[in-house]
């Protein structure tokens, strides 16, 4: 165990992203907005998280739902104003809870202003503050970019005769981060929020933020199968992850490290090898380099257990890990695995060693709900449609009760509920002890008051078939954490010798208290928490 004991509150507490769209609506007009968000703030205080990361609530002509911004330091009308963003922040600090915004770097909304001047003349003093390239002399774009959102990252503009660059929708045009103008102005951004006291930020797709100088085309993507997004035919090997990238993140750290005990989050999917290069060198990058593995692969003892041991091999000394179960991009944790395995993938996100992130409602056992395809608004689908990319199902409004909407609303929700809303909500739930959120609850409360689960150190224990073993261990206490992570009845022998222990927690509660040693029969779904005798 680390011998410094003092551990800072990103490090050793949980981050719970809330969709404010989709949390509580107390103006009801069918959208969550940040005064609903304070009206529960009970709620996230009971449930035991700290760190509390709202996705984009700025003015947006919500093209991407809010990672369109026309207005960094502004609040959406639909979702609040100023004062109530104060008395948020107010709310989170007296609690003792921290707020963590979702800054956009990359790209703004095409409605800002900076792109309604830089794209008014060439000559414009803000035409370099984006992306701007001349056709190829047959008028083509200037090079093989692919949109994630579907066709081509350039669109012309008829008025200027040149392209400009958009890796996402053609409404969110790239900032250009080769340009210092850009770095001073978006750091102002950062600024006014810090000066307001927020506790740090959550970079949107950091890793895209700067691309190659020379604008060389991608190459094919050999992997490339017709199930994928049109997005993968290419590699991104030219159009992100570039070496000076770092430039930026390390700047965007300067100024937070200005600002006692923030934290600097980024948004990388990339192979952990060149996640980890996020830390920057000296640990002077971003503190939390967002490690979605748990929401990228197949559900399998095996591989998840080589993920995990691949990650903590790579991390560099003294980077701090961290562990994502589910965010508004991707389908539901407990849609993905079932309900059954969703607990189990609690355990694991709540006991492997790193800074857990929860998705707001996998706490309740929300699944993806089906959107019938004419009431789908994510571009995602609406632009690629039929490939199953689209998001509206893992963004749907909070479930607080069994009334009309769950809850959530007085009005007509902006997204529909999930049928079963009535069984699975926060009212109910709090009644029934095996509830998902009691599980939760129970978890994360065993979490807090167990350092050595917290911010122990980890040591794999080899196990087989579908079964995960590891031991957390602190100065004091040392626990043993068996998961089976599939529906058939597994033998366990952990290999630990003359190990016993104390069941502490259990998806099978019954267990709980109970002594155990040696080989083990772990029921279908079964995941066991032991606290070692030593
Ligand atoms: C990030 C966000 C996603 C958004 C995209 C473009 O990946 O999480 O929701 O669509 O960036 O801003």
Redesign the pocket.
């Known amino acids: 165990m680390n011998r410094k004991d003092t551990y800072l509150w990103w490090q050793k507490e949980i981050i719970y992203q809330i969709y404010p769209r989709s949390f509580y609506d107390s103006s009801g007009n069918g959208t969550g907005d940040l005064n609903g968000i304070l009206q529960k703030l009970d709620y996230l205080e009971e449930l035991g998280v700290k760190g509390i990361w709202i996705?984009p609530f700025f003015p947006s002509p919500m093209a991407?739902?809010g990672?369109?911004v026309s207005d960094y330091t502004g609040i959406h009308p639909l979702i609040g104003n100023m004062d109530d963003f104060d008395r948020l922040l107010e709310g989170i600090h007296k609690r003792g809870m921290k707020m963590i915004l979702d800054f956009?770097p990359?790209?703004s909304s095409d409605e800002h202003p900076w792109f309604q001047e830089s794209k008014s003349s060439r000559d414009n003093p803000k035409r370099d503050w984006y992306v701007w390239k001349d056709p190829k002399p047959d008028g083509s774009e200037p090079n093989n970019w692919l949109s994630?959102f579907g066709g081509s990252a350039w669109t012309l503009d008829e008025n200027t005769g040149q392209y400009y660059l958009h890796?996402?929708l053609d409404k969110?045009p790239d900032l250009n981060w080769r340009n210092p103008e850009v770095h001073e102005a978006m750091l102002n951004c950062m600024r006014f929020w810090l000066d307001k006291g927020v506790d740090g930020f959550r970079v949107?797709?950091m890793w895209q933020m700067i691309k190659d100088k020379q604008f060389r085309d991608n190459p094919p993507n050999p992997d490339y199968t017709e199930d994928m997004s049109p997005y993968d035919k290419l590699l991104p090997v030219y159009s992100s992850d570039q070496p000076e990238v770092h430039d930026v993140v390390r700047e965007m750290r300067k100024l937070t490290d200005q600002y006692p005990e923030t934290v600097l989050i980024g948004?990388i999917y990339l192979p952990i090898q060149d996640l980890v290069t996020y830390y920057g060198h000296d640990l002077q990058g971003a503190q939390l380099p967002f490690n979605f593995q748990l929401v990228e692969l197949p559900w399998e003892a095996r591989r998840i257990e080589a993920a995990i041991n691949e990650y903590e091999a790579s991390l560099p000394s003294e980077g701090w890990p961290n562990w994502v179960l589910g965010?508004?991009?991707k389908s539901r944790i407990a849609s993905r695995v079932g309900p059954q395995q969703a607990r189990i993938a609690a355990m694991l996100l709540l006991t492997l060693k790193g800074t857990p992130t929860m998705y707001y409602g996998d706490e309740i056992g929300m699944t993806d709900v089906h959107i019938p395809v004419e009431m789908a608004n994510d571009p995602?689908e609406t632009k690629v449609p039929g490939k199953g990319l689209g998001?509206d199902p893992e963004r749907t409004p909070m479930q607080w009760d069994s009334s009309e909407n769950a809850g959530f609303t007085n009005g007509k929700p902006w997204l529909p509920l999930m049928e079963n809303y009535k069984k699975f909500n926060v009212a109910s739930e709090s009644k029934d002890q095996d509830s998902m959120l009691n599980f939760y609850r129970r978890l994360i409360k065993l979490r807090a008051s167990e350092k050595a689960l917290s911010v122990g150190d980890f040591y794999p224990v080899p196990a087989e078939g579908n079964v995960l073993a590891y031991r957390r261990e602190g100065p004091k206490k040392a626990f043993l954490i068996i998961l089976n992570l599939g529906d058939q009845k597994e033998q366990v022998d952990p290999e630990l010798p003359q190990w016993k222990g104390t069941v502490r927690f259990s998806t099978h509660s019954e267990k709980e208290g109970k002594e155990i040693k040696g080989s083990l029969i772990l029921q279908p779904d079964e995941g066991l928490l032991i606290e070692l005798k030593q």
Request: net charge negative; charged share 40%.
């Open positions: 996705s991407d739902f990672y369109d956009v990359n790209h994630e890796t996402y969110q949107d797709v948004e965010n508004h991009d995602r998001r």
